[in-house]
């Protein structure tokens, strides 16, 4: 019976959990921010302090979509188990269509609110480590683009970022879409964008939200203190972009990973980069 009990017990130690759609007050906001959040096994019978990595979802997504059509417990489970990834807490915030920025109309400070509010809020609330080394941050599509952004952005804070379908646009495909592809996207986080067409997209607030922008026009120094990768589909829409950040990364020589898979904008290539990219994030707690 004894030994039962401890079979139980070790089972028991060796489950990871997933608290889905927690919530968090923002006074920023004025309402409240649902959040899900990994906890590896042995969490709740330890002491220690983890690593955090901060994992965005895409556009329309929410704070459960990597969860539901990502299947990230049981992919990080495996990475885990199999030594290829350090047990890590992962946090998943819902983006809200926000593109990880403030509404550019002052009516919605997103950014500010993960900056300022959730960041110290899970340091607070879990056990995570606090110091930059053993940030990350990850995601897809809107969420490989803020991802981006907000690591280049607040390099003091994140050590390292993954980012996977990264929407990112060149200039010329900015100033030639049709309206409606443009409104559609970015019209809720920058509604100063909505009516304007050619060049005259290309204006301040864009270039607030251009991941190539960062890349060209912040120290590169700065930008060096960051570890980057990034990957997309060949079939993807958004390849230019991301052929795009490659470039703009040699040539200002910022070391960064950079692949290309077969793939488009979609699930299963998504769920295939994800090992790949948080043991990219996971070994950078090493160096």
Not at 57 to 66: F, H, L, P, Q, R
Not at 67 to 88: A, L
Not at 240 to 252: D, F, S, T, Y
């Amino acid at each position: 019976m004894l030994l039962f009990w401890l079979a139980i017990h070790t089972a028991l130690l060796g489950q990871s959990k997933i608290l889905e759609s927690q919530v968090m007050k923002s006074d920023l906001l004025k309402t409240e921010v649902k959040y899900s959040i990994y906890l590896p096994d042995g969490y709740d019978y330890s002491e220690r302090h983890y690593p955090v990595v901060y994992l965005l979802n895409g556009y329309t997504g929410d704070e459960t979509s990597w969860i539901e059509s990502g299947g990230m417990q049981r992919i990080v489970d495996r990475e885990i188990e199999q030594g290829n990834i350090q047990k890590m807490v992962i946090v998943m915030p819902d983006g809200d269509d926000r593109l990880y920025m403030n509404r550019t109309d002052g009516t919605y400070p997103y950014e500010d609110m993960f900056m300022k509010e959730l960041l110290p809020y899970i340091q607070s609330n879990y056990r995570v480590r606090k110091t930059k080394r053993y940030t990350g941050i990850s995601g897809l599509s809107m969420g490989g683009a803020g991802a981006l952004r907000l690591a280049l952005k607040y390099d003091q804070y994140f050590g390292a970022c993954a980012a996977y379908s990264s929407a990112i646009f060149t200039e010329e495909s900015v100033t030639s879409s049709d309206q409606e592809s443009m409104d559609g996207y970015i019209s809720i986080a920058m509604p100063d964008m909505v009516g304007t067409k050619g060049k005259n997209r290309l204006n301040k607030s864009y270039k607030e939200y251009d991941v190539l922008q960062w890349v060209k026009n912040k120290d590169p120094e700065l930008l060096k203190t960051v570890k980057i990768y990034f990957d997309c589909g060949d079939d993807d829409f958004l390849t230019l972009g991301n052929a795009q950040l490659h470039k703009e990364l040699v040539v200002r020589q910022i070391p960064h990973e950079y692949r290309v898979r077969d793939g488009a904008h979609t699930w299963p290539y998504w769920r295939e980069s994800l090992p790949v990219g948080l043991k990219f994030i996971s070994d950078s707690f090493w160096k």
